[in-house]
């Protein structure tokens, strides 16, 4: 009877779920099935099958992305919902197989990499005629999981589902997250990779998007790198790279028009794909969120956020904000996102030179810094309730970053008194200063973020060191290779030691006349600005709209790593009502919600971490 009625409403079962699996239809699949660790030669997809889990169980779900699946909330509560959406028990339609990928990490051309921890299940087309792709990710070995169990466990996983759709609701593009189910079956991590592994829940989370091609995804036809004399391991089947781009500009770019076959129908699906990454890392900055491994095989073909792994959100700002515990020169820090994500495109596009010019791509390249400023202005512009342009914004941004940086503002926060900031009405800025002080850190809570590395006298012998071999040019040779230091690093650490210096001399009185200093500065040139806006807009609901625009574009709550932490540690003792609570609190960003906690900054909490 309860499938006769949701039926009648238009809604699906686990058992009912409409199938297309285009994508193992469209692009060859390995012929080869024994599920061994191996190169996967001259296919994009092998089949494998989950490895059952014992004792699962839901953590949390998302009614809002499973809805895309047409899932109702009946549906997810279901005494076999944890089975199916952990792989123990296979849903009907479903056709698992992992996708082989390659990508540079750090700089460097890897060779295959592919689903080691994550698998295709399927692709669902819902009662609107969308199509979903669902993948699992932790359930089970395929063959490009190397010498790793293909698990995941609660800890990781749970940080991706919630951030996944923390993001959503953020307004940035991302793929969603269903479901996370943890199982009672265990597995060793080393969290700290310092030789104390403890026994983690392995967990499954499902995963949502209308596919999850990559960058990567195109490398496995990669020619000989000069750097690392790795091949993509479908190197020289220039029919298969066709095959994959027909596939990606049918599917996911119908509106270009012309087939693969025109060189310009492919330079067109390239101008979007570098437009829709540019547009992505914009929203990113504009949020304060840091990726963390922003290698070639974690970006979207369609301009997603993918792959969440030691993801930050920045508290203190800092643009040099680190996430990734592993990232030790900086590569990939909030200040590197947009560059790195340009060179991403651009290894992307010398995949697609392999059929195309090489010269109409670089072109298309050249527009990223337009693209990009174009979308980064227009999103700071909503932040700060600037209802017009002016060709002086991008200096006044600049300035107010400067002067969170050097005030240690907490980000979120910063935009939050602004946005309650009345500077039409009262032209004393000495109430809002009082506000934006109590946002700066003080001179002992600067200290507590300030965390060199290596000791002040190892410092400035390493620093010795690199001016002696490269003559003060840091970014030529690196005489600390050999030992793993990045030079970044040690110039870092020096600049670290120079601010304790600079603290530890600094009485609270100068640290509070610094900070009213900066902040009476800016906020000046902010007022002018806004009374500027003012004029020019001409409208008598000038401080509501003003203020409309603002509480739309920032968010109250992030997921902040310390809030996390809490869910994970409850979590892991078997109570998950504080994940759910956070999954609600995210879902609405810009209310506030009832618990202060969850809008405040962990002071110290530099935000860098591990995750496997």
């Not at 919902?81 to 028990?89: A, D, I, M, T």
């Not at 940080?159 to 953020?170: G, P, T, V």
């Amino acid at each position: 009877m309860r499938y006769g009625r949701l039926r009648n409403l238009g809604m699906k079962t686990l058992e009912t779920l409409t199938f297309d699996n285009a994508a193992l239809r469209d692009l060859p699949v390995d012929t080869i099935t024994e599920n061994t660790p191996r190169q996967v030669k001259n296919a994009c997809f092998s089949k494998v099958q989950p490895t059952p889990l014992s004792g699962p169980s839901t953590v949390v779900y998302s009614s809002s992305a499973m809805s895309l699946l047409d899932l109702p909330e009946s549906e997810l509560q279901r005494q076999e919902f944890p089975g199916y959406l952990c792989g123990s028990k296979s849903i009907p339609g479903a056709d698992y197989a992992s996708h082989c990928y390659c990508g540079h990490q750090f700089g460097y051309f890897s060779g295959q990499l592919g689903d080691g921890a994550t698998m295709y299940v399927g692709e669902v087309i819902n009662n609107d005629s969308q199509r979903w792709e669902i993948q699992f990710k932790g359930a089970g070995k395929t063959p490009f999981s190397r010498t790793a169990d293909g698990r995941k466990v609660l800890r990781s996983s749970l940080r991706e589902f919630l951030c996944s759709e923390a993001m959503f609701h953020l307004g940035v593009p991302t793929t969603r997250a269903g479901s996370c189910v943890v199982s009672t079956d265990t597995v060793v991590r080393d969290i700290l990779y310092d030789g104390h592994p403890i026994n983690e829940k392995c967990t499954v989370i499902l995963r949502i998007a209308p596919t999850f091609i990559r960058f990567g995804s195109f490398e496995i036809f990669k020619t000989i790198d000069r750097a690392t004399s790795r091949v993509g391991p479908s190197v020289g089947k220039t029919d298969i790279l066709k095959q994959l781009l027909s596939y990606t500009k049918n599917r996911f770019y119908p509106d270009i028009a012309g087939d693969i076959e025109d060189e310009e129908t492919v330079v067109a699906m390239y101008r979007e794909i570098m437009e829709r990454t540019a547009l992505l890392v914009a929203h990113w900055q504009t949020v304060g969120f840091c990726h963390g491994v922003l290698n070639t095989d974690n970006m979207s073909i369609l301009g997603l956020t993918i792959d969440y792994g030691p993801y930050g959100f920045m508290e203190t700002f800092d643009p040099g904000f680190i996430c990734n515990g592993s990232d030790k020169g900086g590569r990939y820090s909030y200040e590197a996102q947009p560059a790195m994500c340009k060179w991403n495109v651009k290894k992307l596009g010398e995949m697609f030179a392999l059929v195309v010019s090489q010269q109409k791509l670089d072109e298309v390249l050249l527009s990223w810094e337009q693209v990009y400023d174009r979308e980064y202005n227009t999103l700071m512009r909503k932040k700060l309730g600037l209802l017009n342009e002016n060709s002086s914004d991008a200096d006044l941004f600049s300035k107010l970053f400067e002067t969170m940086r050097e005030t240690h503002s907490d980000f979120t926060t910063t935009f939050l008194l602004l946005q309650s900031a009345d500077f039409l009405e009262n032209a004393n800025l000495d109430g809002l200063v009082d506000q934006m002080l109590r946002n700066c850190l003080s001179v002992e809570e600067v200290k507590k973020t300030l965390k060199p590395t290596f000791s002040k006298s190892d410092c400035a012998a390493l620093l010795k060191v690199v001016h002696q071999f490269s003559g003060g040019n840091a970014g030529g040779f690196n005489p600390l290779a050999m030992y793993g230091i990045e030079v970044d690093s040690v110039l870092r650490d020096h600049q670290i030691h120079q601010d304790l210096d600079q603290y530890n001399k600094m009485t609270a009185e100068d640290r509070n006349k610094q900070c009213r200093d900066k902040w009476l500065e800016w906020l000046a040139l902010y007022k002018d600005r806004v009374d500027e806006d003012c004029q020019k807009s001409n409208l008598s609901n000038y401080k509501e709209a003003r203020i409309d625009v603002q509480k739309k574009s920032n968010p109250v709550v992030v997921p902040r790593n310390h809030i996390l932490q809490r869910a994970i540690d409850r979590a892991e003792l078997g109570d998950n009502s504080l994940a759910r609570r956070l999954l609600e609190v995210f879902e609405r960003p810009y209310e506030t919600p009832p618990e202060q906690w969850l809008a405040e900054r962990d002071v110290g909490d530099k935000g860098a971490c591990t995750v496997t």
